[in-house]
Each structure stands twice: as structure tokens, then as C-alpha cells.
């Protein structure tokens, strides 16, 4: 069972900065199959990136993926009000069908 | 507008059951497969159950296996989920969710509202 570990845990940071996260996995895991997304308080999580790099519909282009094989990124090159919340990377497979990481909280400093 | 809408959660005695529903709309609901995610109260998200758009293929995580049950009914567009044998560490917020596919990727672009299953005596 492939298990994902994001980190960091929590990442405090202001408006206008840049926000990295990663994901890192304990094995081999295909772009293809490595999503992220986002969930407020709430809320129901929003598929943000698929296939690693691949921005799902109506998603801001300050949102990028990126990474393979067992690193993976996700970038927001200027945070808006509205993008601090949880994030979420997901890997598909065999069994189980879908894993997720533990998620990053993004907080505002 | 793709939509889907949970039901069926509550307040249930350990060893008890529930039957959870997802009601879908705004796409061709037997085209694609679905899955159920739960969210324990503070925690990250955990995959419970998927099932094909034929029904034919059907998997489960397993800390539910054995004691849910995930079905469809395209003819109804809905989806369900039987849980018996209900234990406290299956509360959680309950989502069902489409599958989406492009270009030989997997992910969960629709998700429900969720809907809260409490398990306590």
C-alpha cells in the first residue's frame, strides 16, 4: 500500500506570498494518477490538479502542479484571501482505490 | 450543473445499520464510476468504497469490508451505501463522489455536500 506524507503540516504565510507543498510518496506513483485538492471549513473538498499537473476546470492558473515518482508539488504563486484552507494530495490504485495524504493546512501569518 | 446530493446519516447505536443515499444530476450518472470518502471530525480524508458505471467492478477499503455494501441504481441516477455492523470509528462525514478521467488520469471531480454518520451509544 502506497502511503502519501505531506508536509509541511502547517504553512503559515501572507497574501501576495508563494506557497509550496509537497507530497511526497512511499513508492513509485504515475502522474497520471497523482491529484490535489482543496477544502475549506465546511466544505466539501475541490478537485484543484490531476494527472500532477493538469489544473481541473475553473481553477486559477497561480495554481500548479508538478514533480514524479515519489515527489510531488503543489505551487500557488500568489495567495489570495480565499486559498487559505486544507490541501489534500491523492494517488489512485489497485487497492486501495484511492489514498490520500494527510493534508497541509495553509494559514494565514 | 453537475449535482450530488447525500442522505441517510444519523445518529446510530454501535452494531447498528444506516443506509446512505447520493442522489446525482446534471451529468449520465452510468458513464461513470463513484465512490464514497468519509472525513472523520477533524481529520483528513479516507477512501470507503467505489463501484463501476456498470456495476460490474466494486471495492472496498479495509476497515469497511465486510460490513458495507455500495450500490447504484442508474435508473434512479443514485447511488448507496449499506452500512451495518456499525462501529464509534466509522463516524464520519460521508461524501460520494464522481470519478473523473482525462487522459489516462484518475481523480474526484464532483463531491456531495456530505452527510454526518455519529455511531455512540
Known amino acids: 500500500e502506497i502511503v502519501l506524507t505531506q508536509s509541511p503540516g502547517t504553512l503559515s504565510l501572507s497574501p501576495g506570498e508563494r506557497a509550496t507543498l509537497s507530497c511526497r510518496a512511499s513508492?513509485?506513483?504515475?502522474?497520471?494518477?497523482l491529484a490535489w485538492y482543496q477544502q475549506k471549513p465546511g466544505q466539501a473538498p475541490r478537485l484543484l490538479i490531476y494527472?500532477?499537473?493538469s489544473r481541473a476546470t475553473g481553477i486559477p492558473d497561480r495554481f500548479s502542479g508538478s514533480g514524479s515518482e515519489t515527489e510531488f508539488t503543489l505551487t500557488i504563486s500568489e495567495l489570495e484571501p480565499e486559498d487559505f484552507a486544507v490541501y489534500y494530495c491523492?494517488?489512485?490504485?489497485?487497492?486501495?482505490?484511492?489514498?490520500f495524504g494527510q493534508g497541509t493546512k495553509l494559514e494565514i501569518k | 450543473e453537475v449535482q450530488l446530493l447525500e442522505s441517510g446519516g444519523g445518529l446510530v447505536q454501535p452494531g447498528g445499520s444506516l443506509r446512505l443515499s447520493c442522489a446525482a444530476s446534471?451529468?449520465?450518472?452510468?458513464?461513470?464510476?463513484m465512490t464514497w470518502v468519509r472525513q472523520a471530525p477533524g481529520k483528513g480524508l479516507e477512501w470507503v468504497s467505489s463501484?463501476?458505471?456498470?456495476?460490474?467492478?466494486?471495492y472496498y477499503a479495509d476497515p469497511v469490508k465486510g460490513r458495507f455494501t455500495i450500490s447504484r441504481d442508474n435508473s434512479q441516477n443514485t447511488l448507496h451505501l449499506q452500512m451495518n455492523s456499525l462501529r464509534a470509528e466509522d463516524t464520519a462525514i460521508y461524501y460520494c463522489?464522481?470519478?473523473?478521467?482525462?487522459?489516462?488520469?484518475?481523480?474526484?471531480?464532483?463531491w456531495g455536500q456530505g452527510t454526518l454518520v455519529i455511531v455512540s451509544s
Open positions: 463522489a464522481k470519478y473523473y478521467y482525462a487522459s489516462g488520469s484518475y481523480s474526484l471531480d464532483c
Open positions: 446534471g451529468f449520465t450518472f452510468n458513464k461513470y464510476a
Open positions: 463501484i463501476s458505471g456498470n456495476a460490474a467492478d466494486i
Open positions: 513508492q513509485y506513483v504515475s502522474r497520471s494518477f
Open positions: 494527472g500532477a499537473s
Open positions: 491523492q494517488q489512485y490504485g489497485t487497492s486501495p482505490r484511492f489514498t
